[in-house]
C-alpha cells in the first residue's frame, strides 16, 4: 500500500442552476488572451445534449481514454508507434468549428455610423480571423433546449438501445458542469510525447509545462473529457489547474468559490496509488466504480496514516482529509459519482447525481415517489455515471429520496420509516451538508504556503495593508 493525497471535488447536480457563474469567472481568470478565446476550462452544459466540443462522449470518434486489450491497458488512440506516425496528422484531432469559433461584435459600426434612417447594426466579427462571421455554434448553444435536434443527438441516449419520448410532457433536463478530472490514471499524460503533462506529487493535480510542451497536441484527442485545449498563438497545451496557487494559499478553486448555487465541495482523498491500475484494468466496465472505491482509503485508518507520513504526506495534509466532505460523500455515505467511468482514466471529480421531478404518468399517485418514477430515467443517469449499471444509480437515489422522507416526517411530527439504511442521525448529517452547509463545511482544505486555513485568510482579506489616518475607522 502507497498512499497519495488528492484533491478532489464533489458537485451536487441537484443544485445547479445553469447560471454559468463558475465558467464566466474560471474564463476571466484563466484564459482572458489571444489564442485562448475558444477555451471553457469550465463549462456548464444542458443535459441531453451534444455538449462542448460537440459531441465529446462518442469515443468511436474521438478514441479517448484508455480500453482493455488482452487484460491490459492501451490508449484508445494507438500504441506507441501509431501515435509518433500520427505526430504531425492526427485524425481525432477536434477542429475549432467542433468547440466554436470566438466572435465579438463591430461596436465601432454602431458609434461611427453616419445619419440614416435605419439603426446600424453591430455584426458579428471573428476574435481569430478578425473577418465577418455567421454564428452557427457555441460553448452553450444547446442551452435548456433538452427537446431539440441537439438533444436528440446526445451520445448517451443513443447507447440506451431503446427509444426515450422527448415529448413535451415528456422532457427531462439537467446541468452538467465540467471542468478536468484530475485523473488517477489521465490519458493525456501517458499520450503527451514530449512528457509536458504530469501529475503533481503533493496534491495530485494535472498540470502542464509550458516549458516543456511542443504543442504536439496527442493531449487533446487522448481525454476522453476533451478537457485539454490547444492554444494557437503560444502553440502550448493549456487546461484547467484546479487553480493550484489558491490552494497551495489554502483557498478553494475559483469555480468552488463563486458557485451561486453551492453545488461544489472541495477536500482531500487518501488512496492507495499500487490499487490504481487495478482499477483500472477491471474487466467490467459496470464494475469499475466499486474498484474506485477500493482505491479511496479511510483517512482515520491508523494504518493508513502511518503508510501515509511514510510517503511523506504533512500533517496538515492528513488533519484535513480526516474532515473531508467529499470523503463521506464519496465513500461514507455513496452519494457520488464518476462521470463516464468506463474510459479508465478514474476521474477525481464526482457527481451527485439529480433527483428530478416527478415522471406525468405517477404525479396523482404519490407524494416522494420511488427512483424509478423520476422524470430523468434511470438508465440515462446510468449512462454519464456508471457505465450503464442502473442498480448504482437506483441505490444512490434511493439514499437522497430517504434523506428527504426522514427530514419531511420529522418536520410534520411523524416518525421515520422502518428499513432504512442509516440511521435518523446519519440523514440529518446528509441533509446539512448537501442542503444547508456553510462555506467553511463544504470546503476542508489544508493550510496553505503561509501556515494559515483558508477562513483566517478570508478574514484578512481586505484588511491586510491599509490603516485609517489617525486610526478612527
Same mark, same amino acid.
Given at each position: 500500500?502507497?498512499?497519495?493525497?488528492?484533491?478532489?471535488?464533489?458537485?451536487?447536480?441537484?443544485?445547479?442552476?445553469?447560471?454559468?457563474?463558475?465558467?464566466?469567472?474560471?474564463?476571466?481568470?484563466?484564459?482572458?488572451?489571444?489564442?485562448?478565446?475558444?477555451?471553457?476550462?469550465?463549462?456548464?452544459?444542458?443535459?441531453?445534449g451534444?455538449?462542448?466540443?460537440r459531441?465529446?462522449?462518442?469515443?468511436?470518434?474521438?478514441?479517448?481514454?484508455?480500453?482493455?486489450?488482452?487484460?491490459?491497458?492501451?490508449?484508445?488512440?494507438?500504441?506507441?508507434?501509431?501515435?509518433?506516425?500520427?505526430?504531425?496528422?492526427?485524425?481525432?484531432?477536434?477542429?475549432?468549428?467542433?468547440?466554436?469559433?470566438?466572435?465579438t461584435?463591430?461596436?465601432?459600426?454602431?458609434?461611427?455610423?453616419p445619419?440614416?434612417?435605419?439603426?446600424p447594426?453591430?455584426?458579428?466579427?471573428?476574435?481569430?480571423?478578425?473577418?465577418r462571421?455567421?454564428i452557427?455554434?457555441?460553448?452553450?448553444?444547446?442551452?435548456?433546449?433538452?427537446?431539440?435536434?441537439?438533444?436528440r443527438?446526445?451520445?448517451?441516449?443513443?447507447?440506451?438501445?431503446?427509444?426515450?419520448?422527448?415529448e413535451?410532457?415528456?422532457?427531462?433536463?439537467k446541468?452538467?458542469?465540467?471542468?478536468?478530472?484530475?485523473?488517477?490514471?489521465?490519458?493525456?499524460?501517458?499520450?503527451?510525447? =514530449? @512528457?509536458?503533462?504530469?501529475?503533481?506529487?503533493?496534491?495530485?493535480?494535472?498540470?502542464?509545462?509550458?516549458? %516543456?510542451? +511542443? &504543442? !504536439? *497536441?496527442?493531449?487533446?484527442?487522448?481525454?476522453?473529457?476533451?478537457?485539454?485545449?490547444?492554444n494557437?498563438?503560444?502553440?502550448?497545451?493549456?487546461?484547467?489547474?484546479?487553480?493550484?496557487?489558491?490552494?497551495?494559499?489554502?483557498l478553494?478553486?475559483v469555480?468552488?468559490?463563486?458557485?451561486?448555487?453551492?453545488?461544489?465541495?472541495?477536500?482531500?482523498?487518501?488512496?492507495?496509488?499500487?490499487?490504481v491500475?487495478?482499477a483500472a484494468?477491471?474487466?467490467d466496465?459496470?464494475?469499475?466504480?466499486l474498484?474506485m472505491?477500493?482505491?479511496?482509503?479511510?483517512?482515520?485508518?491508523?494504518?493508513?496514516i502511518?503508510?501515509?507520513?511514510? =510517503? @511523506?504526506?504533512?500533517?496538515?495534509?492528513?488533519?484535513?482529509?480526516?474532515?473531508?466532505?467529499?470523503?463521506q %460523500?464519496? +465513500? &461514507? !455515505? *455513496?452519494?457520488?459519482?464518476?462521470?463516464?467511468?468506463?474510459?479508465?482514466?478514474?476521474?477525481?471529480?464526482?457527481?451527485?447525481?439529480?433527483?428530478s421531478?416527478?415522471?406525468?404518468?405517477?404525479?396523482?399517485?404519490?407524494?416522494?415517489?420511488?427512483?424509478?418514477?423520476?422524470?430523468?430515467?434511470?438508465a440515462?443517469?446510468?449512462?454519464?455515471?456508471?457505465a450503464?449499471?442502473?442498480?448504482?444509480?437506483m441505490?444512490v437515489?434511493?439514499?437522497?429520496?430517504?434523506?428527504?422522507?426522514?427530514?419531511?416526517?420529522?418536520?410534520v411530527?411523524?416518525?421515520a420509516p422502518?428499513?432504512?439504511?442509516?440511521?435518523?442521525?446519519?440523514?440529518?448529517?446528509?441533509?446539512?451538508l448537501?442542503?444547508?452547509?456553510?462555506y467553511?463545511e463544504?470546503?476542508?482544505l489544508?493550510?496553505g504556503?503561509?501556515?494559515?486555513?483558508?477562513?483566517?485568510?478570508?478574514?484578512?482579506?481586505?484588511?491586510?495593508?491599509?490603516?485609517?489616518?489617525?486610526?478612527?475607522?
Amino acid at each position: 500500500m502507497k498512499i497519495k493525497a488528492q484533491v478532489s471535488m464533489v458537485m451536487n447536480l441537484d443544485k445547479c442552476i445553469g447560471c454559468h457563474t463558475c465558467s464566466i469567472t474560471c474564463k476571466n481568470v484563466w484564459t482572458n488572451r489571444q489564442g485562448a478565446e475558444y477555451m471553457y476550462f469550465n463549462n456548464v452544459e444542458t443535459k441531453p445534449g451534444t455538449g462542448y466540443p460537440r459531441t465529446w462522449e462518442d469515443q468511436e470518434k474521438w478514441k479517448g481514454g484508455w480500453e482493455l486489450d488482452g487484460g491490459e491497458l492501451k490508449l484508445r488512440t494507438g500504441s506507441k508507434l501509431s501515435r509518433i506516425l500520427k505526430l504531425f496528422y492526427h485524425p481525432e484531432q477536434p477542429e475549432l468549428d467542433d468547440y466554436y469559433e470566438p466572435w465579438t461584435y463591430d461596436y465601432e459600426t454602431l458609434i461611427t455610423s453616419p445619419r440614416r434612417k435605419h439603426q446600424p447594426v453591430a455584426r458579428p466579427r471573428s476574435l481569430i480571423t478578425q473577418r465577418r462571421m455567421e454564428i452557427k455554434w457555441g460553448p452553450n448553444w444547446d442551452d435548456d433546449l433538452a427537446g431539440g435536434d441537439s438533444a436528440r443527438a446526445d451520445v448517451n441516449l443513443k447507447n440506451l438501445g431503446h427509444e426515450i419520448a422527448l415529448e413535451f410532457s415528456d422532457i427531462f433536463m439537467k446541468y452538467l458542469p465540467r471542468n478536468c478530472n484530475h485523473c488517477l490514471n489521465p490519458a493525456c499524460v501517458a499520450a503527451c510525447p =514530449s @512528457g509536458a503533462i504530469y501529475k503533481r506529487e503533493e496534491d495530485g493535480v494535472v498540470l502542464v509545462s509550458q516549458d %516543456i510542451c +511542443r &504543442g !504536439w *497536441r496527442h493531449c487533446i484527442p487522448s481525454c476522453p473529457y476533451k478537457k485539454v485545449f490547444y492554444n494557437w498563438k503560444t502553440n502550448k497545451a493549456e487546461k484547467c489547474t484546479f487553480c493550484y496557487p489558491r490552494l497551495e494559499n489554502g483557498l478553494p478553486s475559483v469555480c468552488t468559490d463563486t458557485c451561486v448555487g453551492r453545488i461544489r465541495y472541495m477536500g482531500i482523498l487518501l488512496y492507495d496509488m499500487e490499487a490504481v491500475l487495478d482499477a483500472a484494468k477491471t474487466s467490467d466496465p459496470k464494475m469499475i466504480y466499486l474498484h474506485m472505491l477500493d482505491v479511496i482509503k479511510d483517512p482515520n485508518d491508523p494504518a493508513v496514516i502511518e503508510e501515509a507520513r511514510k =510517503s @511523506g504526506i504533512s500533517e496538515a495534509v492528513l488533519d484535513a482529509a480526516k474532515i473531508s466532505p467529499v470523503y463521506q %460523500i464519496i +465513500r &461514507g !455515505w *455513496r452519494l457520488a459519482l464518476p462521470l463516464h467511468p468506463e474510459f479508465r482514466t478514474l476521474p477525481m471529480v464526482w457527481y451527485i447525481p439529480p433527483l428530478s421531478p416527478i415522471a406525468k404518468n405517477f404525479e396523482d399517485k404519490v407524494y416522494l415517489p420511488n427512483s424509478e418514477a423520476m422524470r430523468i430515467p434511470v438508465a440515462y443517469l446510468a449512462e454519464l455515471f456508471t457505465a450503464g449499471n442502473t442498480q448504482i444509480i437506483m441505490q444512490v437515489l434511493q439514499r437522497l429520496l430517504d434523506m428527504r422522507t426522514v427530514m419531511r416526517r420529522k418536520e410534520v411530527g411523524e416518525s421515520a420509516p422502518q428499513g432504512l439504511e442509516f440511521d435518523t442521525y446519519e440523514y440529518e448529517k446528509m441533509y446539512k451538508l448537501l442542503g444547508i452547509a456553510k462555506y467553511s463545511e463544504r470546503i476542508k482544505l489544508p493550510a496553505g504556503l503561509q501556515g494559515k486555513t483558508h477562513e483566517q485568510l478570508r478574514e484578512l482579506q481586505g484588511s491586510t495593508g491599509y490603516v485609517c489616518p489617525g486610526g478612527y475607522c
